[in-house]
């Protein structure tokens, strides 16, 4: 008996620490494939930094909110013209999908200034935003990152205009089931090292560091309404960058099928691209529904692809339940 409860109290210990949190697994770059390393396990020659574990980064003034835990600086810098594609798979641990569905997704660069990547140790990085998507387009209730929890990529472009040299990308998913208390929101630092090939001249207007560019205040870390269907989204951090290219985030589906989705990126690029002076949405979601203020394409999540994740909850709960009668059973009998 005692040994049962042992296991089972390891089985209640592990679950939510293996189940509930995760990390960018691989990215593609201008068409090429690179896996990621699993937080805290063996390093093979990668372009994304490894992390020492799953879990988030909390408090937005922690030293990680740079690269992510522990982040090492990784053996290989990913060749990328201005314009590419890179696309982001996110997963759970132990092969799990990415199992959160609250909060932003979004994307920095900055150069890795006097050195190539696999040699830029500072942490002093002056980050440009260059992408940032939080809830679909048309639907104020759902996020983005439901398709993510739906196993879906995400894609975002490369400034077209973007000074050669190399780069640290720094993709994040802000989780904000928990964001309802202050310092609740977890933050899911990822940075993978690009080399820009080209001729182009585009630099940043405004850059911003990390640690320094949030603050667990702030109406988008902190954020008492994050489950309430009509409320707007303000981004934290800086407005895109004059350097966003034309292109949107894009989300695509596991398996080869692929859909469109719009982040606030879009808003800017569509603004510059029509010659107009815009500023970009500067940190608020553009697409209200009915605000009839931009032309984001529309796009609504497939529910039945990739599904696992959408019983993710209570399948889980259902563990949970099963695992704790066995407990008290257990207990009981002991
Ligand atoms: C979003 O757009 C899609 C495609 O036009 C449409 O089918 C769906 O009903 C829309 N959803 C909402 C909430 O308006
Ligand atoms: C940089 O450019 C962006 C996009 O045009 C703009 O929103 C932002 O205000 C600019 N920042 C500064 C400091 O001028
Ligand atoms: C949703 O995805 C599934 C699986 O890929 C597919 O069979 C189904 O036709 C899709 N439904 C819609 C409405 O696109
Ligand atoms: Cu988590």
């Not at 808003?267 to 931009?294: E, H, I, L, M, R």
């Not at 019983?311 to 002991?334: C, E, G, I, W």
């Amino acid at each position: 008996m005692k040994t049962t409860t042992t296991v089972l109290l390891s089985l209640l210990a592990a679950v939510p620490y293996v189940s509930a949190h995760g990390f960018v697994s691989q990215v593609v770059v201008n068409g090429q494939t690179y896996q990621g390393n699993n937080p805290g396990g063996d390093t093979s020659p990668s372009p994304i930094r490894q992390i020492s574990t799953i879990s988030p980064v909390k408090g937005a003034t922690n030293k990680d909110m740079f690269c992510g835990y522990d982040a090492q600086v990784a053996s290989e810098v990913a060749t990328a013209d201005p314009g590419s594609k890179v696309t982001f798979t996110w997963s759970g641990g132990d092969g799990q999908n990415w199992p959160h569905n609250t909060g932003p997704l979004m994307t920095y660069m900055g150069a890795c200034e006097g050195t190539t990547c696999d040699k830029y140790t500072a942490t002093d990085t002056k980050w440009f935003k260059i992408d940032e998507v939080g809830k679909e387009a048309n639907d104020s209730s759902t996020w983005v990152q439901q398709e993510i929890m739906n196993r879906a990529t995400y894609t975002v472009t490369l400034p077209s205009n973007i000074e050669p040299g190399d780069y640290l990308i720094r993709h994040e998913i802000i989780a904000l089931h928990l964001a309802t208390s202050m310092g609740g929101a977890e933050f899911y630092p990822s940075c993978t090292q690009v080399r820009v090939t080209g001729n182009g001249n585009g630099t940043p207007n405004q850059t911003v560091s990390f640690p320094g560019a949030y603050s667990d205040s702030d109406p988008g870390i902190y954020d008492p309404n994050v489950y309430d269907p009509g409320s707007s989204y303000v981004f934290p951090g800086p407005p895109l960058s004059n350097l966003v290219s034309g292109d949107t985030g894009t989300v695509g589906g596991q398996g080869g099928s692929t859909a469109s989705a719009t982040g606030s990126g879009a808003a800017s690029a569509t603004a510059s691209a029509s010659g107009s002076q815009a500023s970009p949405t500067g940190g608020t979601v553009a697409a209200a529904p009915g605000s009839g203020k931009c032309s984001l394409k529309a796009h609504s999540v497939n529910t039945t692809q990739g599904n696992l994740n959408a019983n993710y909850p209570r399948h889980f709960s259902r563990v949970m339940k099963r695992l704790l009668n066995d407990f008290q059973t257990a207990t009981h009998q002991r």
